[in-house]
């Protein structure tokens, strides 16, 4: 059974690799600050179409420049610093449009990430796809890791490792999400390990690790 398949799978991973959280500290976290989910919601903007080499580079950058707040980039009066900052993540046009959207959007609507936290995740990822620059896969990457909602995230990484073990005959984007989402008891944190871990297994351990914010 398909079920069976792929909680094995998860299994085999957390026993070759173990905890997810020794390689993505942050992102894994069973406990995380307001900052913590902060860099992770703005990281996944920057990580767009980019590696996460790069995306560090721009997270730094506003860290060192006491800028990785989503109230400071959403209280911005224009984006030239901004852009500046975040240029190593590529696409210095738009992420920067993209990123104070959605900072925005999160301080007029729910006046920061605890308020956000507390409403329906379908609710929310139904907001998120509504603003510039946000697709499925950073929506769900915002729910999951920043706001611990269970909504698996479908990647190149999450394609490929359906293609080798041929878990589905479809790799487009809802009916992965549903074969995951129903073959696995819907809980953030495995969610977050077990997306975390295709990740690993796919890129390699080495290239894998993110450094702790």
């Known amino acids: 059974m398909k079920v069976n398949k792929i909680r094995t799978l998860y299994k085999n991973l957390t026993a070759t690799y ?7 500290p942050n992102w894994c976290a069973q406990r995380k600050s307001v900052h913590d989910r902060e ?6 903007i920057l990580t ?6 790069n995306a560090d580079l721009a997270i730094k950058n506003l860290q060192a420049y006491k800028l990785l ?3 400071k980039i959403a209280g911005l009066k224009n984006l030239e610093r901004l852009t500046s900052l975040i240029r190593p993540a590529g696409f210095y ?11 925005s959007f999160i301080i007029k609507e729910c006046s ?3 308020t956000l936290m507390e409403k329906n995740a379908d609710a929310i990822r139904q907001q998120l796809l509504e603003l510039y620059g946000i697709g499925q896969e950073t929506a769900d990457t915002i ?3 920043g706001l611990d909602k269970p909504s698996f995230i479908i990647d190149e990484y999450t394609k490929k490792f359906v293609r080798k073990y041929k878990l589905a005959r479809t790799v487009k984007y809802n009916g992965l999400k549903r ?7 819907r809980s953030y944190q495995l969610f977050q390990n077990f997306h975390a871990l295709i990740i690993i297994d796919q890129k390699g351990v080495e290239k894998s690790r993110m450094s702790k914010l």
């Open 18 to 24: 173990g905890c997810p959280a020794t390689y993505w």
């Open 39 to 44: 860099a992770i919601i703005i990281g996944a």
């Open 48 to 53: 767009q179409r980019t590696s996460w080499y």
């Open 69 to 71: 707040s989503i109230k």
């Open 93 to 103: 046009t738009t992420k920067p449009r993209y990123l104070y959207g959605l900072c």
């Open 112 to 114: 920061g990430v605890k």
């Open 143 to 145: 729910l999951l890791y």
């Open 179 to 185: 074969v995951f989402e129903t073959c696995l008891p």
